[in-house]
């Protein structure tokens, strides 16, 4: 094969790998080997259903849970919205655990511990008991969510780590239609033994996952901050979409790592510091600028995610039908399901554009929509509290808005958040780093959720939404300064986008200038260089 070949058409494997941009990867068709990494990615993915199934069978379960137990909407504000508090635990202890365990063992911990919970939930014959097996499931559920981008970002190729890491948001989706289904499956028994079968049967998933997941390799990224550099080597080989980029990318993992690059022993001496000491200080007491300006996009995607009300959303959507007009339960739960069809529809194609259109238009483009949908889901709510007869125009118009809000927010923000947060952390600060994101996402999620019952009551339904709006909005500018593109960057390479804020532009232009000039030898490697 002549070495002068089109690489974009054919992928000469003859080439040398730094002769090769991320482009040529992204253009060349895959080798099937590369399916291996979509499995992997689906399997460890999987683990988030258990959130997204929670999130929906509560919707629902709580009107049973309160009928049955009499129990007062403080409770079930409590018992709706503590479960993100509670998730603080796993989320919290999971960056730790994953860098001293590993990260598939870490995934195998949140399914048992789910699966605990779920059991708890299930046999619960008051609301205390109810509300230990609550616990015990946020913290399995915390587990789950910190370690399914982080394990899924690291054994991704870059050409397709914004589909792949993406996944998670796809089943949490599946998780709450999943929920949504169940709600309408078990309303039909009677009270006492409906919502402990709704809750009850999220044990079984929990059981295939931490099974399933044992037949997974073991991050790349993470046998090399262990030292275990031949095992890598074959699990990158498996995952990457050539032989040349494989060799690219645990050549970047080792100088991240600290390992020289002439060390190639398939087991290495590593320092302690690599298995997670001092890495706190490093990222919030003495970090570096890029570090510093990381960790605010990193933290204030995942606020902005949860402050702009999806949970609140996803969690009431019964009550929010009820306040639109819908009465009867049997309607409350089919638009519900109807919520959970459509957010699962428009996640799956925003997989498929994150490699292709970026994260950035992606993110405006779904923020600014929602921005829209929830200004106008407020009016048609405040429309129909403010009329003394039905308005059959407003009804349609605030169910369409809720369809439309959770459209919008799935084929954008909720993927994005997940993606962007999970590859932008150094290697050495990515698993506590990520762990900070899920914390801040959970606490946000828990106040909007636990309070959003006594905020409608205080400022009424459509004022709750316009304040909703209003945060979007401040998300939308945001996003707009301060979150670079990082679609086609390695994860090593991330780091040179981030350092200076409001200028990135600016930072990433004279980056570009002098690849252009030759100060990187004459290679434009956007993708797959090594950081500097």
């Not at 629902?60 to 603080?88: E, H, P, R």
């Amino acid at each position: 094969m002549a070495t002068g070949q089109n690489t974009e058409r054919d992928a000469n494997p003859s080439q040398p790998a730094l002769d090769r941009t991320l482009a040529d990867f992204d253009l060349v068709k895959k080798p099937k080997r590369n399916k291996f990494a979509f499995a992997c990615a689906i399997l460890a993915s999987m683990t988030s259903v258990l959130l997204g199934y929670d999130i929906g069978v509560m919707s629902g379960a709580n009107i049973y849970i309160q009928d049955d137990l009499k129990i007062s909407d403080l409770q079930v504000a409590l018992l709706v919205g503590t479960l993100n508090l509670y998730s603080l635990v796993g989320s919290a202890a999971a960056g730790r655990t994953s860098d001293r365990i590993g990260r598939r063992y870490t995934i195998v911990m949140a399914g048992a511990i789910f699966f605990l919970g779920s059991l708890l939930m299930g046999f619960a014959t008051n609301y205390a008991f109810l509300m230990v097996g609550r616990f015990v499931a946020g913290v399995g559920v915390g587990y789950a969510l910190m370690i399914a981008p982080v394990y899924t970002a690291e054994v991704s190729p870059a050409s397709s780590r914004g589909f792949l890491t993406s996944f998670p948001e796809v089943f949490i989706n599946s998780g709450i239609l999943l929920g949504y289904v169940s709600n309408y499956a078990f309303s039909k028994l009677p009270t006492n033994l409906g919502w402990r079968f709704m809750l009850g049967i999220g044990a079984i998933p929990s059981v295939f996952l931490a099974l399933v997941v044992l037949g997974m390799p073991e991050s790349p990224r993470w046998l090399v901050m262990q030292g275990r550099l031949g095992e890598a080597r074959k699990v990158l080989d498996k995952t990457s979409d050539s032989k040349e980029e494989s060799q690219q990318r645990l050549s970047d993992i080792k100088e991240a790592a600290g390992i020289p690059q002439d060390c190639n022993d398939d087991i290495v001496h590593v320092q302690k510091q690599s298995h997670g000491e001092g890495v706190w200080k490093e990222l919030l007491i003495y970090p570096t600028p890029s570090v510093r300006h990381i960790l605010v996009c990193g933290i204030g995607i995942h606020f902005f995610q949860q402050a702009s009300g999806i949970d609140a959303v996803v969690l009431y959507s019964p009550r929010i039908f009820e306040k639109a007009g819908i009465t009867s339960s049997n309607d409350k739960l089919l638009a519900t399901v109807a919520v959970g069809f459509t957010k699962t529809v428009f996640i799956l194609v925003a997989t498929f554009l994150l490699d292709r259109i970026g994260r950035r238009p992606l993110l405006l483009s779904s923020v600014g929509g929602m921005v829209l949908s929830l200004a106008t889901l407020g009016f048609g709510l405040t429309m129909i509290d403010h009329s003394d007869e039905k308005l059959p125009w407003a009804v349609a118009l605030s169910i369409a808005m809720v369809l439309a809000y959770v459209s919008f927010f799935s084929i954008g923000m909720g993927p994005i958040t997940w993606v962007y947060s999970s590859e932008i952390f150094p290697l050495k600060l990515r698993a506590q780093g990520t762990s900070m994101g899920v914390a801040v996402n959970r606490v946000t999620s828990g106040v909007i959720s636990t309070t959003f019952i006594l905020l409608y009551k205080a400022i009424t339904i459509g004022g709750s939404f316009f304040l909703f709006a209003g945060v979007a909005a401040v998300g939308w500018l945001f996003f707009y300064t301060c979150l670079p593109e990082t679609r086609g960057r390695t994860l090593e390479d991330m780091e040179v986008l981030f350092g200076s804020f409001f200028k990135w532009r600016s930072a990433l232009k004279d980056e570009q200038r002098k690849e252009v000039s030759g100060e990187n030898g004459g290679q434009i490697q956007m993708g797959t260089k090594a950081q500097e």
